[in-house]
């Protein structure tokens, strides 16, 4: 930048002037050293429901993990307390596509009641956090955390509990599958109870 500068200033006042070319910037690249040394935060407006407004959303660079909760206000009181409690307590230090995402699946989640999405926050981000990404390879708590969460569904019986997974799913479809998943809906048990009783049976029957 200094060379840059100090041939703009040696040359011509008038050429200066005139001159029609523009300053280009080249790209740069995120390179962030370690895990929350870099977040993308976004506070974003929803649908007054249950006294709550907003979702603000934390992103790390590095992990692609994000952090979020549910805000009746949107001010400096909310935000610091967000960021401490959410962010500087947990990781001990301290992302913008990837929070709409996380919009677009809680939305999605609500199935048309949309006063329920202050419920879906936190299952939002956690399913966000263990869904693996197509850039790295890794899912976001495997980065943070060097291990693959043992979640809910990942019992015998969970693998009959939602229905719909496909191959080219959009994101937001995906995310608003797994918030589904951590719900554990009653409907969604039953279905998996009879499901795990008709393997049993078929599991016997093929013993005998």
Known sequence: MFQDVKAHVSSCHECQIRSTRKVEIPLTISTPATIFTKLYADVMLMPKAKGYRYIVAARDDLTQAAEGRALRKSNADSLAKFFWEEIICRYGHIAERGHFI??????????????????????????????????????????????????????????????????GMSSEDLLALRIRQLEKRPEDINAAAKALAKGRWQAKLQFE
Request: charged letters at 25%; glycine letters at 8%; aromatic letters at 14%.
């Open 102 to 167: 996380i919009r677009e699946g809680i939305i999605k989640a609500c199935e048309g009641d949309i006063s329920q999405w202050p419920s879906k926050v936190h299952h939002a981000f956690f399913a966000d956090k263990v869904t693996t990404r197509r850039a790295s390879g890794f899912s976001p708590y495997w980065l943070l955390h060097g291990v693959d969460p043992v979640l809910p569904f990942d019992l015998v019986e969970a693998s009959f509990l939602v229905e719909g997974f496909r191959s």
